[in-house]
């Protein structure tokens, strides 16, 4: 079995996964998001997950989180020792739909790569090809 | 002057831009974001915005699309012939915050490029590095 948490600052965890509902349908709850609001801290967040994940020795735990080296990212990094636990920084919508299309069995190292390296393909400068003979405004 | 636009299907964008707003402070209303929701079409929104853009062409509009090839993002193509539009697809927060810092002014090609990688550089996977002594679970 595997869970997915989108883990941002605000409301940018709740608003993907409301996209990737929209995109793909029903996810059996198998992804869900955690938000950090001004006030709260995500090491309280990341220690009563750890407990979870502690006890659910079985389930692949894969964390999304927003910024590398902002405070969700770190707070969850203490998880990484988890043998059943991976981590991944700078989500975006690419990321959620190849890992639950491309990469839906249990993640080797070099599959944690290949996704990295596919999210980051996802981004790019659009432009569109203009003939010369083409007006441009 | 510059407007950004973060554009996706579902909340996506919306939630992105309350996690940008948490971080950055008032944005001074320079970002704002786009839905797609069932039964609507982006080429409708698409077609409403060039004439805004058409009509405010001493200001830089810089597009944040959810997924390349997508409807949003195809869509929004159209608009970067217009020469004070620039259109990225896979936006996470990283390209965002690097938007309003590193890349305040007016981006050249070269500076969409730049930015491009350095959203891309966000997407990392993340693992704590761990002694050999240490205990792992």
Known sequence: MRKIILASHGDFSKGLLDSVKMIVGDLANCVN???????????????????T??????CEYIILSDLYGASVCTAMLRLTKLHNVKLFSGMNLNMVLELLTRFSDK?????????????????????????EEEEVF
Do not use: C, H, W
Request: proline letters at 2%; aromatic letters at 6%.
């Open 33 to 51: 998001s955690y938000s950090l609001y001004p006030g709260q801290s995500a090491s309280d967040f990341a220690l009563e997950l750890e407990k």
């Open 53 to 58: 994940i502690v006890e659910d020795k079985e």
């Open 107 to 131: 993640l080797t190292t070099e599959d944690a790569e290949q996704l990295s390296k596919e999210s980051r393909m996802g981004i790019q400068n659009v432009t569109l090809q203009i003939n």
